[in-house]
């Protein structure tokens, strides 16, 4: 059975960092790109990040370029997600998804989600 | 990158149907056949309903079907029961640069 398990969020301030942790099982972590999506309080879902099965290639949404940095460690089933320079915008529930593929091929879907860690930026 | 432009709302009674759309551009919805659905009941995690336009994943009642045109696409929910009554989103590929692109999101109400 696939799980995704994210970890590491928490209230933060203004300018603050935090880093998320999403810890996979029940199937081959190495295989598959991974994303981050968020959801703000009483909003819809905004694409945040996306890695590559190796980590070699990343991905950004404009609103966190720069600030945000993804990386996995495909030893531990692992994704992370830094934020830094953290702002009220950012206030948020973090998910972590797998990316689909179909006969071998990454389709650019998400087929299993994590439950979502919150993420509160306030002074 | 824009999100895609769905209806903040649809409705319906038990047993009709009810079709949302998803309009987006020649960047994403019109470019690639990379559209997917995704359902979401309040304080839970999405669930993907449809990928690559109108694939089904296993355990997805076929009540659920997906379709496009140009830069359109649209989710239909056909026999609509209590259980359907969820936000859904659509999703969409938009090239290697931005990558992945979602709706705005439509509030299915079952009447």
Not at chain 1, 2 to 30: H, K, N, W
Not at chain 1, 57 to 74: C, E, H, L, P, Q
Not at chain 2, 33 to 51: E, F
Request: hydrophobic share 30%; glycine share 12%.
């Amino acid at each position: 059975e696939v799980q995704l398990l994210e970890s590491g969020g928490g209230l933060v301030q203004p300018g603050g960092s935090l880093r998320l942790s999403c810890e996979a099982s029940g199937f081959t972590f190495s295989s598959y790109a991974m994303t981050w999506v968020r959801q703000a309080p009483g909003k819809g879902l905004e694409w945040v990040s996306g890695i590559s099965s190796s980590g070699s290639y990343t991905f950004y949404a404009d609103s966190v370029k720069g600030r945000f940095t993804i990386s996995r460690d495909n030893s531990k089933s692992t994704l992370h997600l830094q934020l830094n320079s953290l702002r009220a915008e950012d206030t948020a529930v973090y998910y972590c998804a797998k990316i689909g593929y179909n006969n071998g091929h990454k389709s650019y879907y998400f087929d299993y989600w994590g439950q979502g860690t919150l993420v509160t930026v306030s002074s | 990158q824009s999100a895609l432009t769905q209806p903040p709302s649809a409705s319906g009674s038990p047993g009709q149907s009810v079709t949302i759309s998803c309009t987006g551009t020649s960047s994403d919805v019109g470019g690639y056949d990379y559209v997917s659905w995704y359902q979401q009941y309040p304080g839970k995690a999405p669930k993907l309903m449809i990928y690559e336009v109108n694939r089904r994943p296993s355990g997805v009642p076929d009540r659920f079907s997906g379709s496009k045109s140009g830069n359109t696409a649209s989710l239909t929910v056909s026999g609509l029961q209590a259980e359907d009554e969820a936000d859904y989103y659509c999703s969409s590929y938009a090239g290697s640069n931005a990558y992945s692109v979602f709706g705005t999101g439509t509030k299915v109400t079952v009447l």
